[in-house]
Nanobody
């Protein structure tokens, strides 16, 4: 069965960095658009970053542009999210997700076919 397993979350001070990983199995990884979302307590799940099948095109929400970088290694079936200059408002559970259709609605959670279980990121001030 399909599995997306996130890792790399934790507690970090403001200004620090974390690198999240999402290892995929059970699907043709290189055929999927991959996205990172986050959800803070009491808030809706929001799009953070996305990357095309080959990695040639990336997308970011405005609040993380210049601080976060999404990348993928199709040989390892893994997508990454490098997070620098972290802020307390980045605190959330971070999820990776896989989208087979890549219809362009990559910011919508409903677009995605598979989800990981999430990893907690906490940024202290």
């Amino acid at each position: 069965q399909v599995q997306l397993v996130e890792s790399g979350g934790g507690l970090v001070q403001a200004g620090g960095s974390l690198r999240l990983s999402c290892a995929a199995s059970g699907l043709p990884f290189s055929l999927y658009f991959m996205g990172w979302f986050r959800q803070a307590p009491g808030k809706e799940r929001e799009f953070v970053a996305g990357i095309s099948r080959t990695g040639g095109t990336t997308y970011y929400t405005d609040s993380v542009k210049g601080r976060f970088t999404i990348s993928r290694d199709n040989a390892k079936n893994t997508v990454y999210l490098q997070m620098n200059s972290l802020k307390p408002e980045d605190t959330a559970v971070y999820y990776c997700a896989a989208d087979r259709a890549y219809s362009g609605s990559y910011r919508r959670p409903s677009e995605y076919d598979y989800w990981g279980q999430g990893t907690q990121v906490t940024v202290s001030s």
